[in-house]
């Protein structure tokens, strides 16, 4: 058995051990992806009500 | 004592700044910790004498654990500050903490699940320590459930803090429910008065993920929180200068 496949069995708990870390490493990038993606839609909505409020404002500047 | 830097922490525009700088440095020193605690774990720590290398599921377990407490015990104390002194970005605090917490609960119960397993038989057991935290997941869950069942932000923000603030009652049961209770989870090993009782090849890496974790939580938070200020202060005159 050589060291790679010996790693890769964790001591004949392989289909707990790494169950366990490919959750966890779900968890964190959902984490990270969702709160990219909340600043990210938050920050596209606030762009466009400036540029509306702008374009509504009768001097055409950012109130 | 001079409270300018809390008011002046609480204002908005200042902690959306602030939190945009704090961001990166919160994040990359988080993921580098996170990789080398987690190689460290999988690879450099040697296998238990007991639990031979089902043990490196503390990894990724314990760290969990601590961000379920942690986050619940923030955002208790935001919506507590934010129910006393009505401050809105305390509010936005809580609810910015509500999901990361709630997904940090799960996977200490998924993590715990996988470990006890192969440890002690069963997937699941009615212990105090486990029936408890599986309490402060449907703390979190009801937290988020009755802020979305308002239309109204500030009564979400009052209702929601109440039962942010009731819950807290939890955290210290879960902590020790070890002692008060006969459990079948262990009892601390790591954060005990005292020396710790795992050598430092094994502890190093943990300590590692649990400062890593904190860390990436508080990266999180800090843009969550921006986008949540971002949509409460939509009509406010500050966001022109600030949203690039």
Redesign the interface.
């Known amino acids: 058995m050589s060291d790679v496949e010996r790693?890769l069995a964790?001591?004949?708990?392989a289909r707990?051990?790494w169950?366990?870390?490919a959750?966890?490493a779900a968890?964190?990038a959902?984490?990270?992806w969702?709160?990219?993606r909340?600043?990210d839609?938050?920050?596209t909505?606030?762009?466009r009500?400036?540029a509306a409020r702008a374009a509504e404002s009768p001097d055409g500047s950012?109130? | 004592m001079n409270w300018t830097w809390f008011h002046r922490l609480a204002s908005p525009p200042h902690f959306y700044r602030i939190a945009g700088q704090l961001l990166p440095w919160l994040a990359i020193p988080a993921a580098l910790l996170?990789a080398g605690g987690?190689f460290g774990g999988?690879?450099l720590a040697p296998?238990d004498y007991q639990q031979?290398?089902?043990f490196?599921?503390i990894y990724?377990?314990a760290p969990?654990a601590w961000l379920s407490l942690m986050c619940y015990t923030v955002m208790a104390t935001a919506a507590a500050v934010g129910l006393i002194w009505r401050i809105k970005l305390a509010h936005a605090v809580a609810a910015a903490t509500a999901?990361?917490g709630a997904?940090?609960t799960?996977?200490a119960l998924?993590?715990g699940s996988?470990?006890g397993?192969?440890m002690w038989g069963t997937w699941w057991e009615w212990d105090a320590r486990l029936t408890s935290e599986l309490i402060l997941l449907f703390l979190y869950l009801g937290y988020m459930a009755l802020r979305s069942s308002f239309d109204d932000l500030t009564r979400a923000d009052r209702a929601s803090a109440l039962l942010a603030v009731v819950g807290v009652v939890n955290v210290p049961i879960i902590h020790f429910s070890v002692y008060w209770w006969n459990s079948l989870h262990q009892g601390a090993t790591v954060m005990k008065l005292g020396r710790s009782e795992m050598p430092a090849s094994m502890l190093v890496p943990l300590l590692m993920c649990l400062l890593g974790s904190t860390l990436?939580y508080g990266a999180?938070l800090c843009?969550?929180v921006?986008?949540?200020v971002?949509?409460r202060e939509?009509q406010a005159?500050w966001?022109?200068g600030l949203?690039k």
């Open positions: 790693f964790m001591g004949g708990y707990f051990v169950p366990a870390y959750l966890w968890v964190i959902g984490n990270v969702s709160a990219w909340a600043l839609r938050a920050r909505r606030a762009l009500r400036l950012r109130a | 996170l987690i999988l690879v296998p031979s290398d089902a490196r599921i990724i377990h969990s999901p990361i997904s940090f799960a996977l998924a993590t996988l470990w397993r192969p990436l999180l843009a969550r921006r986008a949540e971002l949509e939509r005159s966001l022109s949203v």
